[in-house]
């Protein structure tokens, strides 16, 4: 079955929807307390990560053909987007800060907790542009404040910036397209839409 979230922005909550003969909503999601800002899947498609405004990351888990949350975790501050790299790793870019953090699963009690600390350019921020991990490249695209930057993953699972983009307002919105071509951006400074392609150094 085909499944499409959605956040209902009024009641701060994740709903799921399941298409048989039309979309049909399966279950509500109310954990969140305040706005909802972001949500990644896992390429499994079996977990669902999400972080708003009441400075919580939860972590779903389909058990049994029901979402289930299996873990909340404190930040210190909002954040505006999250990511899976991979089943076991995500990110997310706190609200106006110079970092990004990393989160990993420990073997043991099966949790995620904070790894590491990517450092990123800061400042003010807007939502709409969310994290987006190209896993044929190993590339990250994150927006923090004006900046959007391309953060590479290294194989023995440190980041590396490779090449971050000012474009001197944080109203910018964009993605990458799937196969980590081409970055298209729009932003309210340059009032244009610009299309970058990616080369191999």
């Given amino acids: 079955m085909d499944l499409f979230i959605e956040i209902k922005w009024t009641y ?3 709903k799921f929807w399941q298409k048989q003969n039309e979309w049909l909503c399966s279950q509500t999601i109310t954990d969140h307390n305040h706005y909802v800002w972001g949500l990644s899947q896992n390429e499994q498609q079996n977990r669902v990560i999400s972080c708003g405004e009441d400075k919580l990351i939860l972590v779903m888990e389909q058990q049994n053909k029901q979402w289930i949350v299996i873990q909340k975790i404190t930040v210190e501050t909002e954040g505006f987007r999250l990511c899976f790299i991979d089943n076991n790793t995500f990110t997310f870019q706190p609200w106006q800060k110079e970092y990004m953090h990393v989160f990993e ?4 009690n099966k949790q995620y907790s904070k790894t590491k600390d990517i450092p990123v350019d800061g400042g ?13 490249k190993c590339i990250l695209v ?20 490779e ?10 919105y964009g ?3 799937d ?3 081409y970055l298209i951006t ?12 990616y080369q191999e150094q």
């Fill in 175 to 177: 993605q990458m397209t």
């Fill in 124 to 136: 003010g921020d807007t939502s709409f542009f969310p994290q987006q991990y190209i896993k044929y």
């Fill in 12 to 14: 701060e909550t994740i």
């Fill in 142 to 161: 994150n927006k923090n404040a004006s900046n959007v930057s391309l953060i590479r993953k290294k194989q023995n699972g440190e980041f590396i910036i």
């Fill in 163 to 172: 090449q971050s983009i000012d474009f001197g307002t944080y109203h910018i």
């Fill in 105 to 108: 699963i420990n073997s043991t």
């Fill in 186 to 197: 729009w932003d309210d400074k340059s009032k244009e839409y610009q299309i970058r392609k």
């Fill in 179 to 181: 196969d980590g071509q």
